[in-house]
């Protein structure tokens, strides 16, 4: 399976602020997702990263305050914007190899709000 | 929206026991995923189900398939206490409708030596 590389993998932010987590694979992927899981929860989609377009949003959750890119079929970001302590979250990225392969994900990176 | 519903939410067994623990969905899933998670890290997969009935083992691990294929199970036999950690289960939508993951809301699982 791909090797998953998410940075950074913890950070503490002032409110306000913005922070871009990259995730970097090892090799082309097909799909690359981004989930959001929050203290004590299961995951929730963010949205899936379209190489050389826009993403595609969940229900709750806007391009504004998620920006994400996906520039080519190895490397995606995504940036949690204005933040407030509610956006405290584990964000995790995962990778779809295509043609029935399951998903694997990164480690995730761990963010919190003061 | 599609929902899982995964039962029980926690477990607190003894070393050596079994485990079961299973998702149920109101849509059909053509493929099911078990993940566990440790503290720290991300969900790592440990079983994939393709075909409805299915029944596969990794170990000490089973899962199967249901055969409406709206629900599935995990059976852990002679729990160790690495077994420790939160496990989820997932249902993986046809690529033609996004091919995302749909996750359970997890079972945390604890191991007395």
């Known amino acids: 399976s791909a090797v998953i590389s998410q940075k950074p993998s913890r950070d503490i932010c002032q409110r306000g602020t913005s922070l871009t987590i990259q995730c970097q694979v090892d090799?082309?992927?097909?799909?690359m997702f981004w989930y959001r899981q929050q203290p004590g929860q299961s995951l929730t989609l963010i949205a899936t990263?379209?190489?050389?377009?826009?993403?595609?949003?969940e229900s709750g959750f806007v391009i504004d305050k998620f920006p994400i890119s996906r520039p080519n079929l190895t490397f995606s970001t995504l940036t949690v914007s204005n933040m407030s302590p509610e956006d405290s979250s584990i964000y995790l990225c995962?990778?779809?190899?295509?043609?029935?392969?399951?998903?694997?994900f990164g480690d995730g990176t761990r963010l919190s709000i003061l | 929206g599609q929902q899982l519903n995964q039962s029980p939410q926690s477990m607190f067994i003894q070393e050596g026991e079994d485990v079961s623990m299973n998702c149920t969905s109101s849509?059909?899933?053509?493929?099911w995923l078990w993940y566990k998670q440790d503290p720290g890290e991300g969900p790592v997969l440990l079983i994939a189900?393709?075909?409805?009935?299915e029944l596969t083992s990794n170990g000490r691990l089973t899962a199967q398939f249901g055969i409406t294929r709206k629900d599935s199970f995990l059976n852990i036999s002679a729990s160790i206490p690495s077994d420790v950690g939160i496990y989820f289960c997932?249902?993986?939508?046809?690529?033609?409708?996004?091919?995302?993951?749909?996750f359970g809301q997890g079972t945390e699982l604890s191991v007395k030596p």
């Open positions: 995962s990778v779809d190899q295509g043609q029935d392969q399951p998903q694997h």
């Open positions: 090799s082309q992927v097909t799909m």
């Open positions: 990263a379209n190489q050389g377009s826009e993403a595609t949003y």
């Open positions: 849509s059909i899933f053509n493929t």
């Open positions: 189900l393709y075909k409805a009935g």
């Open positions: 997932a249902g993986h939508l046809p690529y033609n409708q996004g091919g995302k993951l749909i």
